[in-house]
């Protein structure tokens, strides 16, 4: 694996400001995003009991556990900005790795963070009377206000990460208390759909849901780089904050669970709401409203803070515009970078395009989530001298598992969208050209692949 990337022009580098705590509300507020309000309805179509149910939340929470501790390996061993950019450059080169990054800047991470954006005004709207215009002047608003935040300084994007980790966790808290020790069950409906019978292809369809609620545990990877001593906090943060996420994933289905039963929950996908709404009446879904907006801007602020690592790494790679490259010289953070990708997920969150580019591309995240943790096995045997202060448990079986979970979603995609696959593919290609043109500038640089 190859040393961290050169200085930044100026010879400034970007502040390690990041704390255990800030670290794992990264890990944690960015997974729980919209999924677990959302997510169960979809996993209650596809199996037919509650046992299967939650064990598809379990299956899913321990494969994405195993991808994390796989990235706590390589971070801890190359603890420098850029995450699985960095990985994937060191395993497969330059090239490879380029083409995750313009995937990410193209529409993987700014796809994402308009998707989160425009949520945010559609949910906004059960709370203030928006119209159409209104919620995208809200979606755009919230991304350049989380972008700015961002450039002030990275203990500002912990601080607001770590407020609204601790207030989505206190809201589904209180969902759970509530179900646990205050609840009526709804009983199913008269006339209740045939019975579904759990098969391995449903059991498959209701895994692809559930690995969609936990995306987000590889963002702390991108800032590694500004992670106060990464070999100790990195491998905990992934931990306990992907624990911390199935714990409440597992407390909150069970209190649904509690609540409406199987049948009732296949019907409802507003489960969270419909399970206030039986607790408390209309104030309990007005309750649930203003949770699921602080958790979109948790899952929001972590992949602003996230991408544009990515991006900086490739600047000072070579590989893009040396500007992206730049550490802000008061605030120290990735400003270029950070409004490079704010102005693009603005367009996308304001014409919407996001939504057909962001269906073609989606396959392909996950392409480069199975390279990047089997990276694990790659370097072991490409570098098997690099120090390494945390070793993956359970290797090579815990990098090999997730990468065969992903690239089993690969398949999937492939096989059920041929052409929205072959297109997403294309996007990430058309990088090609654009890597032979800056990377020229690279050429001369000792090859960090």
Sequence with gaps: ????????????????????????????????????????????????????????????????????????????????????YVYLRDAYGRLFAFLYGWALLLVINTGSLATLAVAFGIYSTTLFPFSPLEQKLVAVGAIAALTLVNVLGVRRAAWVQTFFTFAKLAGLAIIMGAAFFFSHTVPAPAASPSPVHTSLSSFGIAMISVLWAYEGWHMLSFATGEVRNPARVLARSYLVGMLLVMAVYFGANLAYLHVLSLPVLAQHQRVAAQTMEVLAGPR????????????????????????????????????????????????????????????????????????????????????????????????????????????????????????????????????????????????????????????RKAVSRPSAS
Aim: glycine share 12%.
């Design 1 to 84: 694996m190859s040393t961290p990337s050169e200085p930044a022009p100026g010879g400034r580098e970007l502040h390690r400001a990041l704390g255990y705590l800030s670290s794992t509300a990264i890990v944690t507020g960015t997974v729980i995003g919209s999924g677990i309000f959302l997510v169960p309805h979809d996993i209650a179509q596809q199996v037919g009991s509650a046992r299967y149910f939650m064990l598809v939340w379990l299956v899913g929470g321990a494969l994405s556990l195993a991808g994390a501790l796989s990235l706590a390996e390589l971070g801890s061993a190359n603890p420098s900005a850029g995450g699985i």
């Design 284 to 439: 309990g879904a007005t309750f649930v409203s203003a949770l699921v907006l602080c958790s979109i801007v948790g899952a929001l602020n972590g992949t602003v803070l996230g991408g544009p690592r990515a991006y900086f790494a490739m600047a000072r790679d070579g590989v893009l515009l040396p500007a992206v490259g730049r550490v802000h010289p008061r605030f120290r953070t990735p400003a270029v970078a950070l409004l490079i990708q704010g102005g693009w997920a603005i367009l996308l969150a304001s014409t919407g395009t996001y939504k057909q580019l962001y269906t073609y591309v989606i396959f392909t995240g996950w392409l480069f989530y199975a390279a990047a943790t089997f990276a694990v096995v790659v370097l072991r045997r490409k570098r098997p001298a690099l120090e390494r202060p945390y070793r993956v448990w359970g290797y090579p079986l815990v990098p090999i598992a997730f990468s065969l979970a992903a690239l089993a979603i690969v398949a999937n995609a492939l096989l059920r969208s041929p052409r929205e696959s072959g297109i997403g593919l294309a996007l990430v290609l058309t990088g090609a050209p654009i890597y032979l043109l800056w990377g």
